[in-house]
C-alpha cells in the first residue's frame, strides 16, 4: 500500500521561509510521479508543484514559480517542497500525494498545516 506521510509545516512570518517533507512508504515504479496541493479554508484544493522520480523533471503552479522548488531523494523515498518568500496567501494545509498507473493521484497524506501571518 502506497501511503505518503507529510511533515514540515508550521507557523511563520511573511517572507519566511518552510521545507516540507513528504515520505512515500510502498511506492512502486508504476508510482512515478509525487506532488504537492494545498487547500485554504473555504477553497478547493489547487496543485502546487510535482516531481518525477525517475526523470527529475518538475512542473509548478505559476503561483508559487520563483519561490517553492521540488525535489526528491529516491533512496529515501521522500520529497520535499521548499518554500521560500511566503506570503499570508500560502497558508493552507499542504498535501502530498503519489500518481498511480491510472495517471490519477489515488494516494493521499493526512496534510500538514503551513499558516503565514503578516
Known amino acids: 500500500q502506497v501511503q505518503p506521510v507529510e511533515s514540515g509545516g508550521g507557523l511563520v512570518q511573511a517572507g519566511d521561509s518552510l521545507r516540507l517533507s513528504c515520505t512515500v512508504s510502498g511506492r512502486t515504479f508504476k508510482n512515478d510521479v509525487t506532488g504537492w496541493f494545498r487547500q485554504a479554508p473555504g477553497k478547493e484544493r489547487e496543485f502546487v508543484a510535482r516531481?518525477?522520480?525517475?526523470?527529475?523533471?518538475?512542473v509548478y503552479a505559476d503561483f508559487v514559480k520563483g519561490r517553492f522548488t521540488i525535489s526528491a531523494d529516491n533512496a529515501k523515498n521522500t520529497v520535499y517542497l521548499q518554500m521560500n518568500n511566503l506570503k499570508p496567501e500560502d497558508t493552507a494545509v499542504y498535501y502530498c500525494?503519489?500518481?498511480?498507473?491510472?495517471?490519477?493521484?489515488?494516494?493521499w497524506g493526512q496534510g500538514t498545516q503551513v499558516t503565514v501571518s503578516s
Open positions: 500525494a503519489a500518481r498511480g498507473a491510472s495517471g490519477r493521484y489515488e494516494d
Open positions: 516531481i518525477n522520480w525517475k526523470r527529475t523533471d518538475t
